[in-house]
């Protein structure tokens, strides 16, 4: 599937950091630094050079993304027939 990257997230923790996309996969991460190998690079190829997913088993697009207030903390939301995940 290809991916705009203009649809993606960037989350970190100041060492690493990796880009989301909107229906979950991890498209590109570096562990534990930001200078590692990526162990996810699938923004680079497709699915085959590696990535990751935090989403429902569904991988539809979420239904909202937003930082917490004043805040890097990157919040989705995804309703499904069985309930909100976020």
Do not use: K, Y
């Amino acid at each position: 599937m290809v991916r705009r990257i203009e649809d993606s997230a960037l989350i970190g923790d100041l060492e690493t950091a990796a880009l989301v996309g909107r229906d979950g996969p991890i498209g590109w991460l570096c562990m534990p630094r930001f200078h590692s190998p990526a162990c996810f690079a699938a923004l680079l190829g497709d699915e085959s050079n590696g990535q990751g997913w935090i989403a429902p088993a569904d991988r539809r697009p979420c239904n909202r993304r937003s930082c917490r207030g004043d805040t890097l903390v990157l919040e989705s939301v995804w309703d499904t027939v069985g309930g909100t995940v976020s």
